[in-house]
């Protein structure tokens, strides 16, 4: 059993960065994969970034590559997203989640997710 919460969200402005974390509980967190979803206003989920087990391999969506990075501490049981170049479209709830495997990082394919945590970003 995994539990995740996140924290960190908040309104920023165009151009800002902001790090959300999502801090896990459970024994074999270090075994799980992890990622982040966001889901804005009447969308549907989406996947943002993932990475493995190890923290060796990351994953990114094209909306938001080579501006996020997603990163894990496992002695903190912690998975990190730093997020630069804020858009007005990164608006949503970002959700962690963790699922067994990098290849399940997928909406119908995650075993735990986190409650969420608002991003605003305001132009």
């Known amino acids: 059993q995994v539990q995740l919460k996140e924290s960190g969200g908040g309104l920023v402005q165009v151009g800002d960065s902001l790090k959300i974390s999502c801090e896990g509980s459970g024994r074999t967190f270090a075994s799980y994969a992890l990622g982040w979803f966001r889901q804005a206003p009447e969308k549907e989920r989406e996947f943002v970034a993932g990475?493995?087990?190890?923290?060796?391999?990351?994953y990114y969506a094209e909306s938001v590559k080579g501006r996020f990075t997603i990163s894990r501490d496992n002695a903190k049981k912690s998975v990190y997203l730093e997020m630069t170049s804020l858009k007005p479209e990164d608006t949503a709830v970002y959700y962690c989640a963790a699922t067994q495997g990098a290849e399940r990082l997928r909406i119908g394919a995650i075993s735990y997710w986190g409650q969420g945590t608002q991003v605003n970003v305001s132009s």
């Open positions: 990475i493995n087990y190890s923290g060796a391999d990351t």
